[in-house]
């Protein structure tokens, strides 16, 4: 710290304090300084805290192309000189100190946006890129290389990052750069909570760097501020710079209150350029824009000590084998996956798959053969899927909710639909659809549209729909291949406001091979309207669930075709109104489950009304405990 010899002690001081405090801490301390700059510096710069230019000077400084006195009047970062190749603190001119004390009246205390902010950045600066945290960058490395290791690249880009805000090196801007298009590509990409952040600041800068309304921008500006600094968000910066609506005084202060949180390096061209474009009057505006240039001009790039760049090479090293790795076992999906897809009934063809994916350490290897084991490891199917779940997802496309998705033999068997897709018009589903054999709807209404989409060839797989909605029902078509179907909701309650809808069980008969119809949330009158359809000719079996009441299943081949299970005492009231809607289905045989809550001696006393079947049985209370 000796490059700061000659400022006021409090200001070494303050500089130094928080120079030591955490990443975190130091983001907070910029982030409240430039928004109280904002809040402080108006158009008219009354009482602007660390301005001390008059309209006049600011006009001839730039007519003389001098540095403007900026955020603290007159403290700049001189050229590097300093030790260790850090920049050397300009000290303040008297008079420039004389002149903003008088504008203000006050002292050192009222000057917290000004000179001390100014010189207190300095000192952070300084302290923080000279040295003082080699320490913290060798430990952030080290942990990306550990999150590398066990295929936790999210967390790894993240560490890096963190290593990025500890020195701001160029180097570790071009790994984060590579691991960043490894991320985004179809294979590496996760979720959690680092890929989510990862993702959150990746969209912040592309929208940045968007043209849009002025309140847009400024929206964006502010929001950068809530954000961990990161070199992505310059290139948007200095787009913003290049705007034609950028040289607006306010907008002006809250690029500069950015560019300040995100630190340098960045370019100074396009600022300067802004800087030239400045109308007199905004000469507080520009005043903080100098102060942000000499910022960026004055900054002298660290260099990694050797240690870090050790950590930085094996980093590099640990990504280019893995890529080689994967792109080998790329080669032997490209050869079996076709295969697998055409067959996919024979675990031979997965079995000889897994052989050779397990012979290069692809994890699906060794997933694919504890699914097809007899005896599968459980636990560690578990922590596979905990690794390579999104991964192993992606093949279907990004439609389905991740994490929903259940894999049998080592491949997708059942997804489940994102509810935002249901307004949107899906691409093609790819071959990896073809081993699904169960798709839930979501219980959303989905178009005509999606009902083409279902109609492909590689979803001649799929025998089961669930939650599906049944005004959707009726738009599906024929789907060739469906043999379950779950409808969610009540048909007969939406049938007086949608008259069409009173054929969905007849239109479902058009399926061909229908045999089982689950209805969930239904009534007695869905009952009666299934059994009264030429459905129930075909059906093998029909369920229908009121949950909590009762559950009423129908198989018409068994000795007893129709049970009731009456779960609470509600099932009482609606009881006689179901049996009445099942006869539908036959008279054959009857039996009664019911819930020891259910009035056993109500029911009792009405079996005469049973009479109308010609065999019911009534399982005990003893046998439902």
């Not at 991964?391 to 894999?407: K, Q, V, Y």
Request: aromatic residues 6%; contains cysteine.
């Amino acid at each position: 710290m000796d490059d700061v010899r000659g400022l006021p002690a409090e200001v070494v001081r303050h500089g130094r304090a928080r120079a030591r405090e955490a990443g975190a801490a130091i983001s907070f301390l910029h982030r409240q300084l430039s928004r109280e700059g904002i809040e402080r510096i108006g158009p008219q710069a009354r009482a602007a805290p660390g301005i001390g230019v008059s309209g006049e000077a600011f006009r001839a400084a730039r007519a003389s192309k001098m540095e403007m006195p900026g955020d603290g009047a007159g403290v700049g970062l001189a050229s590097a000189e300093g030790r260790r190749g850090v920049p050397r603190v300009a000290r303040p001119s008297a008079s420039g100190l004389r002149d903003a004390e008088a504008r203000r009246g006050g002292g050192w205390g009222a000057r917290v946006g000004g000179h001390v902010a100014a010189c207190a950045e300095a000192g952070n600066l300084q302290a923080v890129y000279a040295g003082d945290v080699t320490e913290a960058l060798h430990s952030y490395l080290e942990r990306a290389a550990e999150c590398f290791a066990r295929q936790e690249e999210e967390e790894a880009f993240g560490a890096v990052m963190d290593a990025w805000r500890e020195c701001r090196a160029s180097e570790l801007v071009l790994f984060a750069q590579e691991l960043e298009a490894r991320l985004d590509s179809t294979h590496a990409g996760r979720e959690g909570a680092s890929a989510e952040a990862r993702r959150a600041a990746r969209d912040l800068a592309r929208g940045l760097g968007a043209q849009g309304q002025p309140r847009e921008v400024e929206a964006r500006l502010d929001a950068l501020l809530d954000c961990l600094p990161d070199p992505r968000y310059i290139p948007g910066l200095l787009a913003i710079a290049r705007l034609p609506s950028a040289e607006e005084p306010q907008r002006v202060l809250r690029l500069c209150a950015a560019l300040r949180h995100v630190g340098p390096p960045f370019d100074v061209e396009p600022l300067e350029a802004l800087y030239e474009r400045m109308r007199p009057e905004a000469w507080a505006s520009a005043a903080r824009l100098s102060f942000v240039i000499s910022l960026g001009r004055d900054w002298v790039p660290r260099e990694l000590d050797a240690k870090a760049g050790e950590l930085l090479a094996a980093l590099w090293e640990a990504l280019r084998v893995r890529a080689e790795k994967e792109s080998r076992n790329a080669s032997i999906r490209e050869t079996w996956l076709p295969r697998v897809y055409a067959n996919p009934e024979d675990d031979d063809v997965r079995l000889v798959m897994a052989d050779q994916l397990l012979e290069t350490g692809d994890p699906l290897g060794e997933f694919i053969v504890l699914q097809c084991s007899p005896t599968p490891d459980e636990e560690r199917i578990d922590e596979l899927l905990a690794t390579h779940l999104r991964s192993w997802e992606m093949p279907l496309g990004g439609h389905i909710d991740s994490g929903a998705t259940r894999f049998e033999r080592g491949f997708p068997v059942a997804v489940r639909m994102a509810k935002e897709a249901a307004s949107l018009i899906l691409p093609e589903p790819g071959p990896a659809w073809s081993t699904v054999r169960e798709i839930d709807w979501a219980t959303v209404a989905w178009s005509v549209v999606h009902a083409q989409w279902l109609a492909h060839p590689h979803l001649r797989g799929v025998t089961r729909m669930r939650r599906v909605e049944p005004y959707w029902a009726r738009l599906m078509g024929q789907p060739p291949s469906v043999s379950r179907l779950e409808l969610w909701g009540s048909v007969a309650a939406q049938v007086f406001r949608t008259p069409a809808l009173g054929d969905v069980f007849d239109r479902l008969a058009l399926w061909p091979n229908l045999t089982w119809l689950e209805l969930h949330a239904g009534h007695e009158e869905d009952v009666s309207l299934c059994a009264t359809s030429t459905l129930a000719t075909k059906l093998e079996r029909f369920d229908a669930t009121l949950p909590g009441v009762w559950m009423l299943t129908v198989r018409p081949g068994d000795k007893v075709p129709i049970e009731v299970t009456l779960a609470s005492a509600r099932a009482v009231e609606s009881f006689w109104g179901l049996l009445s809607a099942a006869e539908g289905f036959g008279k054959r045989g009857l039996r009664v489950r019911c819930h020891r809550d259910v009035d056993a001696a109500r029911l009792n006393a009405d079996r005469w009304s049973m009479s109308r079947f010609s065999h019911v049985e009534w399982v005990s209370m003893s046998a439902l405990r």
